[in-house]
Protein backbone atom coordinates (compact mmCIF):
# COMPACT_ATOMS: atom_id res chain seq x y z
CA UNK A 1 0.00 0.00 0.00
CA UNK A 2 1.94 3.14 -1.16
CA UNK A 3 -0.90 5.75 -0.50
CA UNK A 4 -1.98 8.32 2.83
CA UNK A 5 -3.28 6.23 5.35
CA UNK A 6 -5.65 8.27 7.78
CA UNK A 7 -6.78 6.98 10.85
CA UNK A 8 -9.25 6.59 12.42
CA UNK A 9 -11.79 6.68 8.82
CA UNK A 10 -14.33 7.80 11.44
CA UNK A 11 -14.34 9.04 14.95
CA UNK A 12 -17.33 9.80 17.11
CA UNK A 13 -16.74 12.15 20.58
CA UNK A 14 -18.60 13.80 23.12
CA UNK A 15 -18.48 17.89 23.55
CA UNK A 16 -15.33 18.44 25.29
CA UNK A 17 -12.90 15.59 24.80
CA UNK A 18 -9.66 15.54 23.08
CA UNK A 19 -9.50 13.40 19.78
CA UNK A 20 -5.72 12.58 17.96
CA UNK A 21 -6.27 11.94 14.30
CA UNK A 22 -3.14 10.17 12.61
CA UNK A 23 -1.60 10.45 9.18
CA UNK A 24 0.89 7.85 7.45
CA UNK A 25 2.04 9.98 4.09
CA UNK A 26 3.82 8.25 1.18
CA UNK A 27 7.31 7.07 2.13
CA UNK A 28 9.46 9.84 0.84
CA UNK A 29 7.22 12.54 0.47
CA UNK A 30 8.61 15.94 1.87
CA UNK A 31 5.53 17.83 2.24
CA UNK A 32 2.31 17.04 4.21
CA UNK A 33 -0.97 18.71 4.66
CA UNK A 34 -4.20 18.55 6.33
CA UNK A 35 -7.34 20.59 5.34
CA UNK A 36 -10.56 19.83 6.91
CA UNK A 37 -14.43 19.62 4.48
CA UNK A 38 -17.31 20.26 6.51
CA UNK A 39 -20.68 20.24 4.50
CA UNK A 40 -20.95 22.41 1.84
CA UNK A 41 -17.88 24.22 2.36
CA UNK A 42 -14.48 23.43 0.14
CA UNK A 43 -11.52 22.29 1.81
CA UNK A 44 -9.99 24.75 4.37
CA UNK A 45 -6.54 24.77 5.08
CA UNK A 46 -5.37 24.08 7.90
CA UNK A 47 -1.74 23.57 8.40
CA UNK A 48 1.03 22.44 6.37
CA UNK A 49 4.57 20.56 7.12
CA UNK A 50 7.56 20.77 5.60
CA UNK A 51 9.93 17.78 7.11
CA UNK A 52 9.12 18.16 10.97
CA UNK A 53 8.85 22.12 10.70
CA UNK A 54 5.47 23.81 10.00
CA UNK A 55 5.68 27.03 7.72
CA UNK A 56 2.52 27.34 7.71
CA UNK A 57 0.18 27.05 10.53
CA UNK A 58 -2.41 29.61 9.77
CA UNK A 59 -5.15 28.05 8.77
CA UNK A 60 -5.62 26.58 12.35
CA UNK A 61 -9.16 28.03 13.80
CA UNK A 62 -7.96 28.06 17.10
CA UNK A 63 -5.97 27.39 19.50
CA UNK A 64 -7.43 24.07 20.58
CA UNK A 65 -6.18 22.70 17.26
CA UNK A 66 -2.25 21.49 16.96
CA UNK A 67 -0.28 19.50 14.68
CA UNK A 68 3.02 17.98 15.14
CA UNK A 69 5.52 15.65 12.46
CA UNK A 70 7.65 13.51 13.74
CA UNK A 71 10.68 11.64 12.15
CA UNK A 72 9.77 13.58 8.58
CA UNK A 73 6.71 10.93 8.60
CA UNK A 74 4.07 10.57 10.73
CA UNK A 75 1.52 12.94 11.31
CA UNK A 76 -1.20 13.67 14.44
CA UNK A 77 -3.66 16.25 14.19
CA UNK A 78 -4.93 17.18 17.54
CA UNK A 79 -8.31 18.47 18.92
CA UNK A 80 -8.42 19.58 22.20
CA UNK A 81 -12.27 20.20 24.00
CA UNK A 82 -13.83 19.30 20.73
CA UNK A 83 -16.73 21.80 19.65
CA UNK A 84 -19.82 20.23 17.69
CA UNK A 85 -18.66 22.97 15.09
CA UNK A 86 -15.51 20.69 14.69
CA UNK A 87 -17.04 17.97 13.15
CA UNK A 88 -15.47 17.58 9.74
CA UNK A 89 -14.16 15.50 7.60
CA UNK A 90 -10.20 16.05 8.10
CA UNK A 91 -8.14 15.34 5.03
CA UNK A 92 -4.71 14.92 5.40
CA UNK A 93 -2.15 14.83 2.03
CA UNK A 94 1.22 14.43 0.78
CA UNK A 95 3.28 15.46 -1.90
CA UNK A 96 6.69 14.73 -2.88
CA UNK A 97 8.03 18.14 -3.09
CA UNK A 98 7.16 21.31 -1.33
CA UNK A 99 5.55 23.27 -3.96
CA UNK A 100 2.18 21.83 -5.01
CA UNK A 101 2.88 22.94 -8.42
CA UNK A 102 5.94 20.91 -8.70
CA UNK A 103 4.55 17.58 -7.73
CA UNK A 104 0.87 16.65 -6.94
CA UNK A 105 -0.78 15.96 -3.75
CA UNK A 106 -1.68 12.46 -2.97
CA UNK A 107 -4.81 12.70 -0.55
CA UNK A 108 -5.97 9.88 2.02
CA UNK A 109 -9.53 9.27 2.44
CA UNK A 110 -9.83 11.51 5.24
CA UNK A 111 -11.25 11.03 9.36
CA UNK A 112 -14.73 11.73 9.65
CA UNK A 113 -15.39 13.16 13.17
CA UNK A 114 -18.58 13.41 14.56
CA UNK A 115 -18.89 15.49 17.62
CA UNK A 116 -22.33 15.58 20.07
CA UNK B 1 -6.63 36.98 -0.63
CA UNK B 2 -6.47 34.24 -3.09
CA UNK B 3 -9.84 32.38 -3.95
CA UNK B 4 -11.80 30.27 -6.21
CA UNK B 5 -14.92 29.95 -7.43
CA UNK B 6 -17.27 27.13 -8.88
CA UNK B 7 -20.20 26.20 -9.79
CA UNK B 8 -22.91 24.46 -7.67
CA UNK B 9 -24.13 21.29 -8.02
CA UNK B 10 -25.13 18.79 -8.56
CA UNK B 11 -24.77 18.48 -12.29
CA UNK B 12 -26.29 15.57 -13.31
CA UNK B 13 -26.23 14.78 -17.26
CA UNK B 14 -26.49 11.26 -19.32
CA UNK B 15 -24.10 9.12 -20.36
CA UNK B 16 -22.35 10.95 -23.73
CA UNK B 17 -23.01 14.01 -22.86
CA UNK B 18 -20.97 17.03 -23.23
CA UNK B 19 -19.73 18.34 -20.11
CA UNK B 20 -18.80 21.97 -18.49
CA UNK B 21 -18.08 23.06 -14.73
CA UNK B 22 -17.44 26.43 -14.99
CA UNK B 23 -14.41 27.90 -12.29
CA UNK B 24 -13.23 31.40 -11.83
CA UNK B 25 -10.47 32.83 -9.18
CA UNK B 26 -9.02 35.68 -7.56
CA UNK B 27 -5.54 35.79 -7.34
CA UNK B 28 -2.59 38.49 -7.55
CA UNK B 29 0.01 37.60 -9.76
CA UNK B 30 0.06 34.56 -11.88
CA UNK B 31 -1.08 31.60 -10.12
CA UNK B 32 -1.09 27.83 -11.03
CA UNK B 33 -4.76 26.11 -11.54
CA UNK B 34 -5.78 22.90 -10.86
CA UNK B 35 -8.74 20.13 -11.23
CA UNK B 36 -8.95 17.03 -8.60
CA UNK B 37 -11.54 14.73 -8.49
CA UNK B 38 -12.77 12.46 -5.55
CA UNK B 39 -14.08 9.13 -6.90
CA UNK B 40 -16.97 7.65 -4.48
CA UNK B 41 -15.02 6.11 -1.59
CA UNK B 42 -11.90 7.18 -2.72
CA UNK B 43 -9.13 10.44 -1.75
CA UNK B 44 -8.77 12.96 -3.78
CA UNK B 45 -6.35 12.47 -6.87
CA UNK B 46 -4.75 15.60 -9.44
CA UNK B 47 -7.36 15.58 -12.48
CA UNK B 48 -5.01 17.56 -14.72
CA UNK B 49 -3.32 21.44 -13.83
CA UNK B 50 -2.32 24.44 -15.73
CA UNK B 51 0.73 26.86 -14.62
CA UNK B 52 0.68 29.72 -17.17
CA UNK B 53 -2.26 31.48 -18.62
CA UNK B 54 -3.34 29.72 -22.28
CA UNK B 55 -1.76 26.67 -20.93
CA UNK B 56 -4.29 23.56 -21.40
CA UNK B 57 -4.53 21.09 -19.37
CA UNK B 58 -5.70 17.71 -20.20
CA UNK B 59 -6.41 13.82 -18.76
CA UNK B 60 -8.54 10.69 -19.55
CA UNK B 61 -10.51 13.17 -22.17
CA UNK B 62 -10.82 16.01 -19.67
CA UNK B 63 -9.52 19.67 -20.94
CA UNK B 64 -9.25 23.15 -18.92
CA UNK B 65 -8.14 25.92 -20.53
CA UNK B 66 -6.07 28.90 -18.35
CA UNK B 67 -7.95 32.17 -19.09
CA UNK B 68 -6.35 34.84 -18.03
CA UNK B 69 -8.28 37.26 -19.29
CA UNK B 70 -11.60 36.04 -17.98
CA UNK B 71 -9.89 34.57 -14.70
CA UNK B 72 -11.29 31.27 -15.61
CA UNK B 73 -9.65 27.57 -15.40
CA UNK B 74 -13.56 25.87 -17.07
CA UNK B 75 -12.98 21.81 -17.09
CA UNK B 76 -14.56 20.08 -20.22
CA UNK B 77 -15.33 16.90 -21.06
CA UNK B 78 -17.11 15.82 -24.95
CA UNK B 79 -18.72 12.82 -24.18
CA UNK B 80 -19.05 11.66 -20.00
CA UNK B 81 -19.01 8.06 -18.80
CA UNK B 82 -20.95 6.71 -15.93
CA UNK B 83 -17.81 6.01 -14.42
CA UNK B 84 -16.99 10.11 -14.58
CA UNK B 85 -19.35 10.34 -11.82
CA UNK B 86 -17.41 11.84 -8.97
CA UNK B 87 -16.70 15.54 -6.79
CA UNK B 88 -14.49 17.73 -8.61
CA UNK B 89 -12.77 20.44 -6.68
CA UNK B 90 -10.77 23.79 -9.01
CA UNK B 91 -7.94 24.77 -7.26
CA UNK B 92 -5.28 27.40 -7.30
CA UNK B 93 -1.75 27.48 -6.23
CA UNK B 94 -0.61 31.44 -5.74
CA UNK B 95 3.12 30.79 -4.83
CA UNK B 96 3.04 33.09 -1.31
CA UNK B 97 2.66 29.83 0.88
CA UNK B 98 2.96 26.81 0.02
CA UNK B 99 -0.65 25.52 0.30
CA UNK B 100 -3.58 24.89 -2.39
CA UNK B 101 -6.80 26.63 -2.06
CA UNK B 102 -10.29 24.71 -3.42
CA UNK B 103 -13.26 25.85 -4.60
CA UNK B 104 -16.26 23.78 -2.72
CA UNK B 105 -16.83 20.96 -5.00
CA UNK B 106 -18.70 19.84 -7.96
CA UNK B 107 -20.93 16.62 -7.51
CA UNK B 108 -21.30 15.06 -10.98
CA UNK B 109 -23.50 12.34 -11.63
CA UNK B 110 -24.36 10.59 -14.90
CA UNK B 111 -26.58 8.25 -15.66
CA UNK B 112 -26.93 5.40 -17.97
Known amino acids: GAGVSQSPSNKVTEKGKDVELRCDPISGHTALYWYRQSLGQGLEFLIYFQGNSAPDKSGLPSDRFSAERTGGSVSTLTIQRTQQEDSAVYLC??????????????FGNGTRLTVT | GNSVTQMEGPVTLSEEAFLTINCTYTATGYPSLFWYVQYPGEGLQLLLKATKADDKGSNKGFEATYRKETTSFHLEKGSVQVSDSAVYFC???????????FGTGTLLAVQP
Open chain 1, 93 to 106: ASSLLPEPGASPLH
Open chain 2, 91 to 101: ALYGGATNKLI
